[in-house]
């Protein structure tokens, strides 16, 4: 299986703040990537895809990119309405794995 | 536009069947390059995925579940459906289902249900 290593667990930021999440993978997955934002009693929402794909709708304010086997999610200036739970997950093998989740909260 | 909907029963008896049922809407399911997924989410922890069907009706599973799972579309109603038998207090989760293209990963998804397996 391929592990995907999520950090940190919890930032605590302020509005107008860039956030940087990482992920980490086990093995080479080439940019098979993809980040969801996940807000409480709601379904995951679909952020990027490919490692730096923005997908449609989607803030220009997040970015993707990656480097080797390790991906990030940028938020350059952090909005109220970007306060969640942001998962990666890897989709280059058949089975799919996520990272732990990062906790975007209030300062 | 497309949309997804989970149903099913909310609590299921330990070593029992459950069984949802995810019904899609504006799009076929039997057609275009899609994979039809279940995912999982125990209350307050991370996201697990349980499997998916395509569209032509190959299915994969995660391994860790596979013995006990079974995923299948239902043409005529267009809806697919998540089988995981023999469940216990560690399958109470929100189950999702989920639409996945061939480059964009989980593009779609149900607004999940809460399952709860206990006597």
């Known amino acids: 299986d391929i592990q995907m290593t999520q950090s940190p667990s919890t930032v605590s930021a302020s509005v107008g703040d860039r956030v940087t999440i990482t992920c980490r993978a086990s093995q080479s997955i080439v940019a098979w990537v993809a980040w969801y934002q996940q807000k409480p009693g709601k379904a995951p929402k679909l952020l990027m895809y490919?490692?730096?794909n923005l997908e449609s709708g989607v803030p220009s304010r997040f970015s993707g990119s990656v480097y080797g086997t390790e991906f990030t999610l940028t938020i350059s200036s952090l909005q109220p309405d970007d306060f969640a739970t942001y998962y990666c997950?890897?989709?280059?093998?058949?089975?799919?794995?996520f990272g732990q989740g990062t906790k975007v909260e209030i300062k | 536009q497309v949309q997804l909907q989970e149903s099913g029963p909310g609590l299921v008896r330990p070593s029992q069947t459950l069984s949802l049922t995810c019904t899609v809407s504006?799009?076929?399911?039997?057609?275009?390059?899609?994979?039809w997924s279940w995912l999982r989410q125990p209350p307050g922890k991370g996201l697990e995925w349980i499997g998916y069907i395509y569209s032509s009706g190959t299915t994969s599973y995660n391994p860790s579940l596979e013995s006990r799972v079974t995923i299948s579309l239902d043409t005529s109603n267009n809806q697919f459906s998540l089988k995981l038998n023999s469940v216990a207090a560690a399958d109470t989760a929100v189950y999702y289902c989920?639409?996945?293209?061939?480059?964009?990963?989980?593009?779609?998804w149900g607004q999940g249900t809460l399952v709860t397996v206990s006597s």
């Open positions: 490919k490692a730096s």
């Open positions: 997950q890897q989709y280059s093998t058949s089975l799919w794995t």
């Open positions: 504006s799009v076929s399911i039997s057609s275009g390059d899609f994979y």
């Open positions: 989920a639409r996945r293209t061939a480059v964009r990963a989980l593009d779609l």
